[in-house]
C-alpha cells in the first residue's frame, strides 16, 4: 500500500528560476484551499437543487483533526538544570572585543603572559626589601597586581609608572599578538552574536526519544537528553505514560542513566530499527552512538571523531547501525558501525547558488544506498555506490512556490510516515517531498511561525482515518507547531485543518512572584528551545519540549473525538450552564434572534455580523474567566439550535459541515484558554518547580568583591563604660515614655532622669530713663510714637511756633491780669507747666479747651480725649490752615476710596463727633477763632498723617505760617467765614476716617498715654471737675 | 518585512564598501544577494511606526495568538477591530492589509460556528474589490469554496466572470493566477460534459446532445492550453483524454500523453507515464511498447508498483535482451525496504531467479548480489526477520528461503547460517 503514489495530483504549475515573490506577511496559511481536485467517487446520491454533488477536495481541508491540549501549560517534568545556563544581558557587541582581552589578560595571565614573562622574569625583582644586582625593582607593581582581584575604583588615579611599563612593553609581553587577539576575538563575538540570533549547530535537536516494546500493556519509552552545565552529559530516561482515566501522566520516577561526554550535545537522533533502539549523539567535532536492546540498558557503541565541525547525525531507519554525518566542509560519510566511514560526497560549494553557509544536512532516504544531501539552498539524492549519481529533490526556487530570501532550514526523512517523504521546513513554509516526484511539493503548508523551524518530529496516522502529524518546533520563543495531513500513497497529501500552536514551556504558570524573583524565572524559561520530540498512544499525544537551560517539559494534547458523546457532552454541559451561569435573562432574548440569522439576506460584511452577539458573549465571558468554559457551552448551546435548524433546510450538502461544527463547539468547550485554569495539581507542581528555581538561583550568586580598606585607626575609640551608662538611661527613658503612654499621663522632663534643662534667665526691663544719649532717647521716642516731634525738637525746626505760643501765653496772662479774673485756668497752667518745654504750649491748649468749651472737653469720649491732651500733637497746629484745603482738591477722592471698607465703623466715629460738630454749631457765637482751633484740635492727628503725606510741601512753610497767622488774626473779616464752614462740614465726614484708619497709632498713642503721661492727663481732669 | 530586506540589503551594500580588496564581480554579487532570513527581527522596523500601526499591529498579533490556539471567536471579534486598517494611507499597507483581511476571514469563517454561505460571498465579493490586486486569486478560492459545497453551477459562473476580468497590467502571480481559473473552467465544463454524457446515454436526445458538445468544445480548448504549459496537470490530463477518447480522437490522447510524459520541460512526473501505459493497453499495444514506456518509468522511479508488472512482460519478452534486464528491476525493487515484506515481490524475484538458473545466467544472479550483499543481508535476513516472518507471514519466510538458497550459491555459506539456522528450527517446531 505505501508502495503506492496517488493517481491523480493536485495541479502545479512548473517553472524554473530563482523565486521572485517576497514575503509581505506570515499570514499565508490560512484562508487558501490551494488546489482543488475531483475525487475518485462517482457523482454522489441523485441530485439536490439541480446540481449534482461531485466529490471535490482541497489541498487544504479545512476541517480535520483536531487536538486539544489537556492543560493550558506545559508541565515540568524535571527539577530544573542546577547548571543550566541563562544569557546574562544581551549578547555582547563585537565592538567590546577590548573588555573582553582585558578579561583575558586579567583573570587568564598564565596563559596570556606565561612565556614571555619567563624570559622577562629574570630581569624583574619583585621582592621590596631585597634589591637585586643587575634588576629592575618592580616592588610597587607588586600593589598594582594586588589590587586587580578587586573592583576596579573608577576615579582611582593612573599610576605614571604602570604607564611607562605599559609603553616599554606593550608589543613584547602578550604570547599572543594583540593585534591578533583581538582582530580573532572581534570575530568571535560576531560569531556569537549570528549564533544568538540562530544557531544551526542545534539543528535536529537535543531531545530524543525511543519507545520501548509494551511490557503488561504499560506504555514505555527511553527519553534521552543531555544535562549539565555545557549540555555534556547524557541521560538515559526510562518514562513511563499512563493515561488513568483520561488523564495521562507521565511517570518521570525512574533513576536515569548518565553518561558523561566531552563536549557538549548538539544533536540526538533516534530510530528504531526492527528490535533495537539506536541513538546518534553528535557534538562539535565528535559522534557516538548508542544502542539500546529491548530489556537492556542502553550500551555504547562506537564514537568517531572528525577534523571539522559536524553539522548533522542522522541514523539509518532501515539497516542497523549504519549512519550518516555530514561536516562543515561539505563532506558526507556513511558510518557503519565497525567499520570506517565512507565518504560519499564532498560538496565544496553549496549546491544551487551562493549561499556561503557552512551548514551542510545528510539523511536517508528510501533506498538505503541513496542519501538526501542538503544545504540552505536545496536538497539532493545522492546514491553513495557511485560518485556522480545524483538529483535534484528539492531547491529553493519557483517551482516550490518559494519567496526571495527563503532557505533550507531542517530536512526530515519521514521514514516512519511514509517510506517515500521527505520534510523540508524554511523559514516561511513546510514541504513535504515525494521522492518519488521531485521538486514538485507534494504538500506545502506556511507555518507561520516567527522564527524558522528546525525541529522536526513526525508521528504517523494510527489508521487510515486519522491524519498524521507533524511537530515543527523553532528555538527561539519556543515556537511549536502541530501540522496535520492525510494523504500519500493512494490519495495525494491534504492537509488536515489549520495548524495548531502548542504551548511553550516560556508561557508557563508563573504564580504571584516578586519582581526579581519574576525576573528570573521569566529568563529562565524563555531560553532558546534545543529539542521536541512526541509520542502518542490511546489518543493521546504527548509533547516533549527541551530548553537549553537543561529543563524538559511535556505537554499532552487529546484527539477530540466523534460527534455522537460530543452531542451528549453538551446537553451535559448544557444543565451546567443553568446552575452555574450568570442571569440568564439575556437568553430567551438570544435565542430567538439566532434562529432568524439564517432567514435573513446578509449583504452585510461578516465582521459586523460576528461581532454583534459574540462580543457581548464573550467579553462575558472574559469578566468571568474561571467559568470561561462554562460559558462557552452556553453559546453553543443555543447555536446548536441553530445549525439543526439548518441542517433541515439544506439536507443533503451540509450534514459533514455541521458535524464538523458540532465537533467545533465540542472542541472549544474542552480547549482551555487562561493558564489559570491550570488544574491544582499542575500549579503544585509548577510551584515546586520555581521554588527550587529560585533556591538555585540565590545559592549561585556571585560576583567579584569590593576592595575593602580598613578605616579603625581613624576611628576615635569610644569608651566602654560611657557606652553602657548611655544605654542603660536611653533604656530607662523608654520605659519612662512607655509607662506615660500606658497611664496616658504626660512626660515631663522632671519625671525623666535627664539631665537638667539650663535655664535662661528673663532679661530685665529697659528703663528709657537710664538712657540719655540721643540715640535711645530717639527710639524711646518713636516707641512712643513721637519720632517726628523728636526730630523736629532736635533740629530746632519748631521754633518758630514755639516763640509763637510763648508769645500767646504771654498775651494770655497779661489779658487775664488785665481782666482780674482768675481763673482755675491759672492753677492749670502752673500744674502743667513743670512737665516740659513743650507743656507751655499743650496748657495753653487745654487752657483754651477748659475755658471755652468745658462742657464740652468733659463730655468727650476718651478716644478723642487722648489727642487733646497729647501734648505733642497741638505743634502741628500750623499746618491745619492749609489742610483742609488740600482735602478738598486732592486727597479727598482718593482716601474716601480707600477707606470706603471701613464706613460702618466710620459711622459709629461721624455719631461719636456728631456731638462735638452740632456742639460747634452751637457755640457759633463763640468767637469764630475759638471754633476753628477746636476743630483743628479735633483733626489733630489727621494732620499727623497729612503731614507726612504733603511733606514736600513745607517748604512753603513761611508762606502757610504767613497764612496761618492771618487766619488767627484776621479771622474777623465776614469774607473768610462762610469758606470756613463750608470747608468744615466737608472735612467732618473725610477727616472723621482719617482718624479712624490711624485708629492703631492712636491706640498705641493711648497706651503710651497709659504709662508715661498718665500725670498729664489725670491731674488735668481732675482739675477741669475739681472746676465744676 | 520587506522593509527590513531592503535595510539589511542597503547595510549589507555599505559594509561591502569597505572591502577594497575584493573584486567587483564579487561586489557585485554580494550587493545582488538577497538577504537570509533566518531570522526575522523586526525590532528596527518598530522604531518609527505611528500610534495606529502600532496598534494595529498589536491586533493582528493578538488575532495570530487566537487564531493558531484555534479561539476562533476571539479572532472574530479583534478582526472586526482590524478592519480599520483599510483606511491606511499608505497604499502599500493598505492592500497588505486587504489580502490579511481576506485570508484570516475566510479562515475564521471556515471555522467560527455560526458562518454560513452568504458570510462567505459577500466576505470574497467585498474583498475581491478592495484589493484588486488578489481579483485572481480570490476568485478562484472563492469557486473553490462554492465547488467544495456542493455549487457546481455557482463556482463556474464565478470563474467565467473572472476569466473575462481585465485590469491594468498583470504581475506574474496573477497571470498564472488567472490561467489556473481558465483551466478550472475548462475542467469544470469537463464536470459538466461528464455529467451531461451519462445522462443523455440513457435517452438520445438530439439537443442536449449539442449542449454537451459545446461543453466539450470549450473545455478541450482551455484545457489544451493549460496542458501546453510546464506543469502537474493530472486531472485536466485525464479529463482531456477521457473526453478525445470518446470522440474516438485516439491520435491527439497519444500525443497529449505522450507529450505529457516525455517533454522535457515536465517535471518527471510517473503518473504521466502510467497514464500513458494505461491507456496504451487500454488500445492493446504490443508488449514492446509497453516495456519502453515501463523502462523510461523505471529509470524514474525504480520502486514503482508497475515494476513487477514491467518484470514479467520482460520475463515473458520475446526480445532477446529483455530477458536479462528483468534481474535489476526485481533486484532493484527489492533494495526499498517498503517492498521488502511484499510476497509478491518476492515471488517474482524467485521466478525470476530459477529462470535464470534454469537458463544458465547464475553469473548476472551473482553481479547483482554482489552489488547488495552487504545490505541485504542486515536489511533482509537477519535473525529478527526470521522471528518476525514466522510469525506474521509465514509463506514469506519460505520464499526468502528458497531465494536465500538461491543466492548462498553465489557467496559465502555462512551468509545466511543464522537465518538458516532459524528457519530449520521454526520448521521443526510446526
Redesign the interface.
Known sequence: M??????????????DGPP?????????G????GQ???GDDE?AQGE?E?????G???QHK??GE?WIPVEPVVTPLLPPNKAGKIPSGPPSSPDNFTEHIQHFHVHHCMDSFSTMGHLLGEHFNFHKNKPRKGCINMGRMKNVVRRLKYKKCEVRHASSYVHRYHHLLEDVICDIPSALLAELLHEELTFQRQQE??RSDITGGVLGCVPLPNIENQNEICLIYPRGAALDSLNFHRVVLEFNEGKPNVDMSNTSLVYNLKGTVRQISTVRV??KGLVGVRSDYSCGTWVIKDGERPRPLEVIQLKEPCTSLNVS?????EFVVASESGAAYLWTVGKRPQKFRDEKTNLYF??K?DWRWCEFS????VMVFAD?TGAELTDS?SSDCSHTLFRIGK?AGCK????L?VSKYMGEVH??HHLFTT?FSAYILDE?????PALKWEH?M???PCFARVLPALDSSTSTKILLGAQ?AQET?LLNYTGGCEQPCQSDG????LYSPCEGLKHQLLPHKQQEVEKRLGVLAAGLTATQSNGFLTVFQFTEAGDLFSQTLKLHLDTTSSQKDLSAANCDIDLVDLPSKDKPAEEPR?DS??QE???????????DS??E??LRQRMLSQLEVVTNDDQ?GS?TS??EV?ISCEP???PE?SVD?AQ??Q??SV?P?NPENASEELKLIWKKWLNSLLDLNTRKKRSLKHRRLKTNDIQVKVHRRDQLKEKERFQKLRNGLNDALKNKKLFVHGGSCLPPLDITPVPDTVDPSDWLDDLSQRLSASWAGGWKNWWEDKLGLNRDSKIQALRRKRRQEKRARARYRVALSGSFTSSTSYQDTLSGWSSSTSQYLGSDSESFATSQSAAEDIPLSEPETLPKSPVVEEFPRSEGTACSSQAIESIKPFSHTSERLELDHALPISQNQNQKHLPKKVSTVETQSVLSPLQMLKESLYSQQRQSRQQLQKDYLSSLFGSQEPSQHPVEVHDNSQLSSSGTLRMQSSGYSLAMQRLSQNRSSSQASQPQKKKSRMGF | ??DI?AELGISRSVGNEDFSDSSEDERV?RKI?????????TAQARAKESGFHESSRLCLKAI??A????????A??Y??AY?QTLEDTTVNKQS?AC??I???????????????L???N??YE?MKNSGVKNYAKICL?HS??L???????DAKRQLSVAASWRYGKQS??QS?DLK?IH??CGFLDY?IWH?KK?SVSEAEDNSSNREMHSYFRQASVTLQE?IA????????V?SYVDMLEFYNDQEEALKVLQNYAYNK???????AH?YLYQFLKRHEAPPAKLISILKVLHH??P???LMQEYCYLLVNSVVPGHLEESLPVVFNLL?????KN?LDTWNCLLTVMTVFKRKGLQHLIANEWK?RKD?WL??HY?A??GR?DSELNRELLLVKAKVAKLLGEHGKPDHFFKYKLLIIFIFLMF
Open positions: 505505501a508502495n503506492r503514489f496517488p493517481a491523480q495530483l493536485f495541479p502545479h504549475f512548473y517553472q521572485e515573490h517576497r514575503a509581505k506577511h506570515v499570514y499565508d490560512w484562508g487558501s484551499y482543488i481536485l475531483r457523482p439536490m439541480g446540481e449534482m454533488l461531485w471535490f477536495k482541497a479545512k476541517k483536531m540570533q540562530f526492527d528490535d531507519p532501515h539497516i542497523c547501525g551562493n549561499d553557509s528510501a533506498h538505503p544506498r540552505r555506490r517551482t526571495s530570501g527563503e532557505r532550514i517510506p517515500y523559514q518519488r516526484m521531485p521538486s514538485i507561520m516567527e522564527s524558522p527561539r507547531v489549520p495548524l495548531q500552536k439566532k440569522i439564517p439576506t446578509s449583504t452585510v460584511s461578516d465582521e459586523e455580523q460576528l461581532s459574540d462580543f458573549q464573550e453553543d447555536l441553530d445549525t439548518r443533503a450538502p451540509v459541515s461544527i467545533n463547539i472542541a472549544r480547549r484558554a | 518585512m520587506d530586506e554579487a544577494r538577497p538577504p537570509i532570513l533566518l531570522h526575522s527581527s495570530r495568538d487564531m493558531l490556539h484555534h479561539h476562533w471567536q476571539e472574530a471579534q478582526l472586526s478592519s497588505l489580502e490579511i481576506w485570508r484570516l476571514g475566510t479562515e475564521i469563517l471556515q471555522h467560527h460556528p455560526n458562518s454560513r452568504e458570510d462567505f459577500a466576505l467585498q478560492e473553490f469554496h465547488l467544495l459545497n456542493g455549487h457546481i453551477y506574474v502571480p498564472l489556473l483551466a478550472y464536470v455529467m451519462s493549460i504549459q510546464p506543469g502537474v496537470w493530472d486531472p485536466f485525464l520541460d515536465y517535471p518527471s512526473n510517473p503518473n502510467v524514474l522511479v520502486s514503482h508498483e533494495d526499498y525496504p517498503s517492498w511484499d552489488q545490505f542486515t536489511m537477519r529478527y526477520h518476525k
